[in-house]
């Protein structure tokens, strides 16, 4: 028995706005992994018609000081405020993300991500889903495979088989199938 798949829905004119502090260098420059990185929730938004940018004053005391690590930012590093979509789960619990929608969702999560259809070149035209995987990463249903070609997806949503398998993140990730609508591991 596999991890059904089951569909989320972005909350129309709803964000979770996110204050953003981060330090890029050298690849793992952060002990944690990484790079320096640190996000503070501010609150709710419903109108984004100022997100565009860095337009938060830098004097607000929300903004994080020190990455998790206690690497103290400086005036020089990144500012990022970031609004972030807000997602409910068929359980009327509610999820935002910023980066990995997998790290977030539980397995099995999908919402649809028709942000992705402009920029799929899927002969068959298929609808773009967000699918959160196993091991905490995301996989799309309609994006090119790694090793060339695309998965041939069937049913409706959420009743999907993709063929071939998905390998995310391959040798040491998830590995498995999209069989009626569950995540099957290989």
């Known amino acids: 028995m596999g991890i059904p798949l089951r569909i989320a829905e972005v909350v129309d004119g709803r964000w979770q706005r996110h204050l953003r502090r981060y330090r890029r260098g050298a690849a793992n420059d952060c ?104 091991d905490g990463g995301e996989w799309i249903t309609s994006q090119r495979a790694a090793g060339g070609g695309y998965w041939t997806v069937a049913g409706t949503a959420p009743s999907i088989t993709a063929s071939p398998s998905v390998w995310h993140n391959s040798p040491n990730g998830w590995h498995g199938w999209v069989r009626n609508g569950e995540l099957v591991d290989a």
């Open 31 to 134: 002990p944690l992994g990484g790079y320096h990185n640190a996000i503070t929730p501010v609150g709710e938004v419903a109108d984004r018609a100022d997100a565009v940018g860095d337009n938060w004053p830098h004097d607000d005391p929300r903004w994080p000081r020190a990455c998790a690590c206690g690497y103290q930012f400086s005036a020089d590093d990144h500012w990022s405020r970031n609004d972030c979509r807000i997602v409910r789960l068929p359980d009327g619990a509610e999820i935002t993300w910023w980066g990995s929608f997998g790290s977030v969702a539980p397995p099995g999560t999908m919402i649809r991500a028709d942000w992705y259809d402009e920029f799929s070149q899927h002969p068959d035209r298929a609808e773009s889903w967000l699918i959160a995987l196993p």
